[in-house]
């Protein structure tokens, strides 16, 4: 499917890739993995076109349709189900043309093709798609300027998954959807007929989906099959083996230099040294091995306070009067508390975050917390509020006066910004360094509550388990919004399900909540579609009902037969039906091509027939 042949490419005097190769066959799922910076985004870019190589080639397989998101979210008065629609050009277009076209073997083609591409089942993939992305029945007839940026980026998601492309690039899929949403997605990965490339930090998506992994270090490409651990097994022990031959031709390389050392200067020995000179020139310099740098960072832990940190009685909360979005809350957080909050976008966990930590006030009910309790809040949106002209250093100190330098250096320094770092302007910082930087404001005054809401989405791996680890090392309570499992399963001991309206304690595990959400989500569209059939019979007469079905029929033996037509045109450009005084193949030649004739004879029948249904169903369908 796609061939990447000794590429370099560089961009601002900074090389990414350099003299490498890949080779991706089709119909693999495969993830893209590597450090923040390394390129991976690039790498997209140089497969769609939009960049091109210093040198080298990238070629995909002939006439392959190549498919990605787009970086701008769909946007007017079009209902989601139809700007979904709309995207597979070529359906609009035949369907554009077979309202319009009078030529009947133009006609015939279009509803083969229009067959082809399964034309009649499209509305049910599309609802399907947005329906597996969060939108339900009523949200997908509603127009895309009704939503906000995120979910409409999903819009623009449902649309290149829509297409079917045989080569599909997703960049950060995960970035804008839910948990719901993503286990969704991986499902639909997992059993997408074509290829898909994948740039993607979420360990669970990877390990679930994908077939091989692309590793993106230090300039060069590297294919490995299997999920992200076992990439990340053979990784760790082709390391350990390159360390193991680096300390074996130390050790040999010593050796000699002292025995050239030692005899040199002995005529004797004279011969037996220069021989040894010979050997540690062709054993060369020592490889290097230029492992990643790895970082860590940690939470400040609170001063203890007398349990519980809060407690909710009925509690009600909302954005206006008498419009609560959450009611019925009856909780209590305690300080070894790890809570993540489940349940689609737009049910209220953001709400019931900002109740927490005190950005929404309680409407009805009773909420007691402690006059001393600490709350630190990470969301999102923050990262737009930070001073681009500033630096982690200033950011620091502006919440940190008449305190020494250094002390504010050694709080940089607990979250790996070291001397060059904190004094970076925070516009060229990478997105997880941003993350970081709003982690070590949020906790600054040692928080005894931890709100972390989609804290994950601009971190890489890495960066991941070391948020992990931080967690895990906090001595407070902490409450998660995450689409990231691996986080989840990795730092949660309980799980607080946002549905229906309120919040309450979910006694299962994340496998019951996936297998829960994804019943929960394919019985709604059941349900929804034998609704839309109940309707359609309820509404269409008898007798267009009949019509619709005959047509049906009338369009398969239209399909079969102009499908044998072809067969006989391939037979009779055979040569050997024209060989000079050959009786056989006169005698064919003549069967054929009378065949042929009774079938095109019936086809200009069947095809006038379709007209006629078409005229009468249009007819009746405007009494």
């Not at 449902?158 to 995960?174: N, R």
């Not at 060229?428 to 949020?442: I, N, P, V």
């Not at 001595?475 to 949660?492: K, N, T």
Request: charged content about 30%; glycine content about 6%.
């Amino acid at each position: 499917m796609l061939q990447i042949q000794d590429i370099t490419f560089r961009i601002a005097g900074k090389t990414l890739l350099e003299n490498t190769s890949a080779r991706i066959p089709a119909g693999h799922k495969v993830g893209i993995v590597g450090k923040n910076g390394a390129g991976k985004s690039t790498l997209l870019k140089l497969i769609t076109g939009e960049l091109h190589a210093d040198e080298g080639t990238l070629k995909i397989r002939n006439k392959a349709k190549l498919g990605q998101v787009a970086q701008e979210a769909p946007g007017g008065a079009t209902s989601l189900l139809d700007t979904v629609l709309e995207a597979d050009h070529e359906l609009q277009s035949l369907q554009k043309a077979a309202e319009t076209e009078t030529d009947p073997e133009k006609i015939s083609a279009i509803h083969i093709r229009l067959a082809d591409i399964e034309a009649h089942t499209a509305e049910a993939r599309a609802a399907s798609i947005l329906s597996g992305l969060g939108f339900d029945g009523q949200a997908q007839r509603r127009p895309c300027s009704s939503f906000s940026g995120g979910w409409r980026m999903r819009v623009a998601l449902a649309c290149t998954l829509f297409t079917q492309p045989d080569l599909l690039l997703l960049d950060e899929p995960t970035n804008y959807l839910d948990l719901e949403g993503v286990m969704w997605l991986e499902n639909f990965i997992k059993t997408y007929p074509f290829t898909i490339i994948i740039v993607s930090h979420d360990r669970d998506l990877l390990n679930s989906s994908v077939t091989a992994i692309l590793h993106l270090d230090q300039l060069k490409l590297k294919l490995y099959t299997g999920n992200y651990d076992n990439f990340e097994k053979l990784r760790r022990e082709q390391l350990a083996h390159r360390r193991a031959g680096i300390v074996k031709q130390e050790a040999a390389q010593k050796h000699l230099q002292s025995f050239i050392d030692r005899f040199k200067a002995k005529a004797s020995k004279a011969k037996q040294a220069q021989s040894r000179v010979k050997m540690l020139e062709k054993m060369g310099p020592l490889d290097s091995i230029l492992e990643d740098k790895t970082f860590s960072f940690e939470f400040p832990n609170p001063k203890p306070l007398a349990p519980p940190l809060f407690t909710l009685d009925q509690g009600e909360v909302g954005y206006s009067e008498g419009n609560p979005v959450l009611k019925r809350l009856n909780l209590r957080l305690d300080m070894d508390d790890r809570i993540a909050l489940l349940g689609q976008n737009g049910n209220g966990k953001s709400t019931f975050a900002k109740l927490i930590s005190g950005r929404l006030g309680i409407m009805n009910g009773e909420l007691k917390k402690s006059s001393k309790l600490e709350v630190g809040y990470f969301a999102q949106h923050q990262l737009d509020e930070l001073n681009m002209d500033g630096t982690p250093l200033s950011h620091l100190k502006a919440r940190m006066p008449n305190v020494q330098e250094s002390r504010v250096r050694a709080k940089l320094g607990a979250f790996s910004f070291g001397a060059d770092k904190a004094n970076t302007r925070v516009e060229d910082l990478s997105g997880g360094e941003k993350a970081r930087l709003l982690f070590a404001l949020m906790s600054l005054n040692a928080p005894h509550i931890l709100i972390l809401d989609e804290p994950t989405n601009h971190l890489d791996v890495e960066s991941r388990e070391a948020l992990i680890h931080a967690i895990n090392g906090y001595e407070g309570a902490v409450i998660m919004i995450s689409h990231d499992r691996h986080l989840i399963e990795a730092c949660a001991d309980r799980l607080w399900l946002v549905h229906d309206g309120t919040v309450t304690a979910y006694d299962g595990d994340m496998d019951d909540y996936k297998k829960m959400t994804l019943k929960s989500r394919s019985t709604s569209r059941k349900k929804e579609k034998k609704t839309n059939v109940t309707h359609k019979v309820k509404s269409e007469s008898p007798e267009l009902t009949s019509l619709r079905k005959n047509l049906e029929k009338l369009e398969k033996k239209i399909k079969r037969i102009t499908a044998e037509i072809v067969k006989y045109d391939r037979a009779l450009k055979n040569p050997k039906l024209y060989v000079h005084g050959d009786v056989r193949a006169a005698a064919a030649l003549k069967k054929f091509t009378a065949e042929k004739l009774d079938m095109s004879l019936d086809l200009e029948e069947f095809e006038r027939e379709w007209l006629e249904m078409q005229e009468a169903m249009e007819r009746i369908s405007t009494e």
